[in-house]
């Protein structure tokens, strides 16, 4: 099955700063790679996705980009605000289309932004 | 659009006993997915339902779990004679149908079940 590994795990980073959380997957036929934040108690929320036919993908301060050959999508977060501050988890699938969405998630990282 | 509901939000049994674990989801979405958070843990995939049919189980443990989505009411996740590791966050996720553009899977609040 498919194995997804998340790094940092933690990640602190001055407001204002980037941020790069990376992950790797193992299964090739994996084509659909979302990103959820998690605040604290709350519930996880999509804030970007990207399917294998693009490298990357914008929206406003974030960004993901996708490298197939080597397996392996990065989020990144720029300007970083303190309520970015949350858990990040990546996940991925093949296209929902196909299968509905039985994700595979990473670990999480826990970003912490600080003014 | 009240979203996707999950209750009770928090929920304690005691070992032995059975927890019964109810999804509400959202209007229109025809698809139900479950996952289990352990702390520190990221979501691990259950269970996929539609209207009275599981479509992928490869995710529940092959005993004590069961899950139902019946053609009228919530989907329900029933774990029997519960044991102190199955205490976690549970969370329920819903889809439209698959294939309608735009698509995405939205996530209820969870449950969290604490067996003492």
């Known amino acids: 099955g498919e194995n997804v590994e998340q790094h940092p795990s933690t990640l602190s980073v001055q407001e204002g700063d980037s941020a790069v959380i990376k992950c790797t997957y193992s299964d090739s036929a994996s084509n659909y790679f979302p990103w959820y934040k998690q605040e604290l108690g709350k519930r996880p929320q999509l804030i970007i996705d990207i399917r294998s036919n693009v490298g990357e993908k914008k929206d406003q301060r974030i960004a993901v980009t996708l490298n197939k050959t080597a397996k392996h999508f990065s989020l990144h977060i720029t300007e970083t605000q303190p309520e970015d501050s949350a858990v990040y988890f990546c996940a991925a699938s093949i296209d929902p289309a196909d299968s509905g969405y039985a994700l595979n998630f990473g670990k999480g990282t826990s970003l912490l932004v600080t003014p | 659009n009240a979203g996707v509901m999950q209750n009770p939000r928090h929920l304690v049994r005691r070992r032995g006993q059975e927890a019964r674990l109810r999804c509400s989801p959202m209007?229109?979405?025809?698809?139900v997915y479950w996952y289990r958070q352990l702390p520190e843990e990221g979501l691990k995939f259950m269970v996929y339902l539609q209207k009275e049919n599981i479509i992928d189980e490869s995710g529940m443990p092959k005993e004590r779990f069961s899950a139902e989505f019946p053609k009228e009411g919530p989907s329900i996740l029933r774990i029997q004679q519960v044991v102190r590791g199955d205490s976690a966050a549970y969370f329920c996720?819903?889809?439209?149908?698959?294939?309608?553009?735009?698509?995405?899977?939205?996530f209820g609040q969870g449950t969290r079940l604490t067996v003492v």
């Open positions: 209007k229109g979405h025809s698809h």
């Open positions: 996720a819903s889809s439209p149908p698959i294939g309608a553009l735009g698509t995405e899977a939205f």
